[in-house]
């Protein structure tokens, strides 16, 4: 059956449907779990922190390297043309005022680095603490997973019952103590070197 609209009303168009996300449910949820870790994060920042972030920030950007030298230009041009402009120089070579400026400005920046690292090195470390205990949890989980498939393959009676060591040895949960002695005896350093070497 044809719609019948008045003479010259103009025919309503639906809005298009939101396209699909391609994005499955559990990808969509981590997701939210990753930005709900950020978010909290940016709440438990002090006043303090989050003013050392904003110039930490600013200081990282290449403007403020270029406006550092623009002043430094500044500066010594002025005081350097000031005798020939009949004026007196305010800061004379070899602009102790200056250099008095520039190392605070050095130590001030250093600073803020230095503070900003810390507190970065906390994070990875809060990080790569929730990284091993979901780790942890997920070998727990498959080495559960493994020893119900071992179960239903040897109560199946159409499935060949057979003894598989790879199979056994992979459903007993990994030792974390025993994997690090290991490590330590091949002489892997996961600390000191950033590129552990294996003696052979």
Do not use: C
């Amino acid at each position: 059956m044809i719609e019948q609209r008045p003479r010259g009303e103009a025919p309503s168009v639906s809005p298009p449907a939101a396209p699909p996300s391609p994005l499955s449910g559990h990808v969509t949820q981590n997701v939210d779990s990753v930005l709900a870790l950020h978010h909290r994060d940016r709440e438990r920042r002090s006043p303090s922190e989050r003013v050392l972030e904003f110039v930490g920030h600013f200081i990282s950007r290449p403007v403020y390297l270029l406006a550092v030298l623009g002043l430094v230009l500044l500066w010594i041009a002025g005081n350097t043309l000031a005798p020939v402009l009949g004026l007196r120089p305010f800061d004379a070579p070899p602009f102790a005022l200056l250099q008095g400026l520039l190392t605070l400005g050095s130590f001030a920046t250093t600073t803020v680095v230095v503070i900003a690292q810390r507190r970065q090195l906390r994070l990875e470390s809060q990080r790569s603490h929730l990284d091993l205990q979901v780790n942890l949890l997920s070998e727990q989980k498959i080495t559960k997973v493994i020893h119900l498939l071992e179960e239903l393959r040897r109560d199946l009676p159409m499935v060949r019952d057979r003894v598989d060591p790879e199979a056994d040895a992979l459903q007993r949960r990994a030792d974390t103590e025993e994997v690090l002695s290991a490590l330590e005896e091949r002489g892997v350093d996961l600390v000191a070197d950033p590129e552990p070497r294996v003696r052979t």
